[in-house]
């Protein structure tokens, strides 16, 4: 649907505003520098690492792209020496950090559809690739429910960026506007529902 200069310029944006997430997270665990780049590196590049495996994509793009690494890097040391100053614009961090969903969940579902899988499998993997990240910094961190059930619907802005992609491909219509399309409305959704507190109920018999 769009040219692989585009999808890999979209994945290492994505990757960006992911490792700043994980960094910040990182900071608010109080963890050292090694944490640090840790954590933004588990949050940037593991759902995509499981994307990859998933579709047989080995190794991870993630092991074979040099800007799979240093762009991590660079997002760890932007936190580590002006967290400060990051920390006070979080409510912008929260933004990125839906930026970083409305891209995963795009490229990766072209990523699957180029190596032919199915649009039902090209949707999960758009999904595993804007959550998983989350869900692997947050297990690490102890956060427990994961990023995968914010009940400020994380995973949901994901799955409909996800089919809006797999919808368009299969109707035959391409091009780096019908993902742009996509990806800004997984952001939108993912800020409104921060922003008005849009709420996926719990569970039955799970204490709110």
Do not use: E, N
């Amino acid at each position: 649907m769009s040219g692989p200069a585009v999808a890999s310029a979209l994945d290492l944006a994505g990757i960006f505003v992911f490792a700043v997430s994980g960094a910040l997270a990182a900071v608010r665990q109080r963890l050292d520098v090694v944490g640090m780049v840790v954590l933004a590196g588990i949050t940037a590049l593991g759902g995509g690492i499981v994307r990859d495996l998933m579709i047989g994509a080995v190794p991870p793009a993630a092991f074979t792209d040099l800007g799979y690494v240093l762009v991590p890097l660079a997002a760890s040391a932007l936190v580590f020496f002006w967290h400060p100053q990051v920390t006070r614009l979080f409510p912008a961090v929260l933004l990125f950090d839906a930026a970083g969903l409305g891209l995963f969940c795009t490229t990766g579902t072209l990523k699957a559809l180029d190596h032919g899988l199915s649009p039902v499998h090209a949707v999960l993997l758009g999904v595993v690739t804007a959550v998983g990240g989350g869900v692997l910094r947050d297990v690490l961190a102890g956060h427990i429910p994961s990023v995968l059930y914010d009940r400020q619907l994380y995973a949901l802005p994901a799955l409909l960026g996800a089919a809006a992609v797999a919808a368009a491909d299969a109707a035959d219509l391409h091009g780096g506007a019908v993902t742009a399309g996509a990806a800004v409305m997984a952001f939108a959704m993912r800020v409104l529902a921060m922003r008005y507190g849009w709420r996926a109920p719990l569970p039955r018999g799970v204490p709110d």
